[in-house]
């Protein structure tokens, strides 16, 4: 392989852009060309970037000749983009979620498999440096015994969405995340979600996700708030940690009424109290930088991507539980 790779990206909305100027401040890496039907957004993004756009993707493909590609179109669109890609021996990242349908899903990781390709997926917030952090301390056992994490996601209603919902388009960040840092199979989900102005999807969840070991993910999701808000706490025996994902912050409030062992043996004498709160030292880096370095590590070396397609398999089944449950008012088992 060169130590050059040629790149390309397909689709360029919001989340398009981003790769493109990404992607160009990478070392060893050359950003060969981008493919979007619209021309206005060609023209925009061809003049801000100096590079050359393309109408149809497949012309992209076959012209440029790229090593490696981002997908990110309209989730309806991924597998149909992804298994052209996949047929040329290209590597491809796609933007979250792996697919529209599960089948679709697994289809395309099959694909890729015997293509000998790699594919990874765009779930951004594993490659946050406060959640990489975090998942450290949780190894070390920092926290003690895990209780519950709670994943708040909450903003404006985006007027890019059309094709997917709420649960679809942001929750499945945050059960990915939770599925990473409790490292436990999945029991069962329920959900209440609400449709308010989304002309067709929901734009409101809560949603809870219970383990195998005891803990419970609280998801508190929608497109209704006046104010962006990206947090997630995990509290344990020990205190409780919180993360801001904007900021990158990562903060330990701890409990400090009794130790580890206490907790551990169910000794409750002591009960919860407050104790020292530590602002704990992140190097902040762009999270999109990270996993498009994650992305190109994966290539060079022939290992595996930080999230896999199987990865986001199981969030987009979790998701689509949780729609599920939250039509149908009830709880779902869902052994992964």
């Not at 023209?43 to 490696?68: Q, T």
């Not at 994490?149 to 985006?158: K, L, Q």
């Not at 989304?198 to 409101?204: A, C, F, L, P, V």
């Amino acid at each position: 392989m060169s130590d050059l790779l040629r790149a390309a990206v397909v689709g360029v909305g919001v989340m398009g852009q981003f790769h493109v100027r990404a992607y160009r401040e990478i070392p060893g890496i050359e950003m060969v060309g981008f493919a979007d039907p619209d021309e206005k957004m060609r023209g925009v993004i061809e003049k801000r970037h100096s590079v050359k756009g393309y109408a149809d993707y497949l012309e992209l493909l076959d012209k440029e000749k790229p090593d490696l590609v981002t997908v990110s179109v309209p989730t309806a669109l991924h597998f149909e983009v992804t298994a052209e890609i996949i047929k040329r021996g290209i590597h491809v990242l796609v933007e979250k979620p792996i697919a529209e349908t599960e089948a679709d899903g697994q289809a395309m990781i099959e694909l890729a498999g015997k293509h000998n390709v790699v594919l990874a997926i765009g779930h951004i917030e594993r490659h946050n440096p406060a959640i990489q952090a975090l998942k450290e301390h949780l190894d070390a056992n920092h926290l003690g015994q895990l209780f519950e994490i709670h994943a708040e996601r909450v903003g404006p209603f985006p007027s890019r969405i059309r094709d997917v919902g709420v649960v679809l388009d942001l929750a499945t960040h945050d059960i990915d995340i939770i599925r990473h840092l409790t490292g436990n199979p999945l029991v069962r989900v329920y959900a209440e979600t609400q449709q308010n102005i989304h002309s067709s999807r929901e734009d409101m969840l809560s949603g809870m996700l219970r383990f195998e070991n005891g803990i419970a993910g609280i998801l508190q999701v929608n497109w209704l708030t006046p104010i962006k808000n990206r947090r997630l706490s995990v509290t344990g025996a020990g205190g409780m940690y919180e993360v801001d994902y904007i900021t990158h912050d990562l903060i330990f409030y701890e409990n400090g009424s009794a130790s580890l062992d206490q907790f551990s043996r169910l000794q409750w004498t002591r009960g919860i109290s407050e104790g020292r709160i530590i602002r704990e030292k992140i190097e902040k880096r762009e999270p999109l930088r990270v996993e498009l370095e994650d992305f190109i590590r994966a290539i060079r070396d022939g290992g595996s991507p930080r999230v896999t397609g199987e990865d986001s398999l199981a969030a987009l089944r979790i998701a689509q539980a949780l729609v599920e449950s939250g039509q149908e008012h009830r709880v779902i088992e869902l052994r992964l």
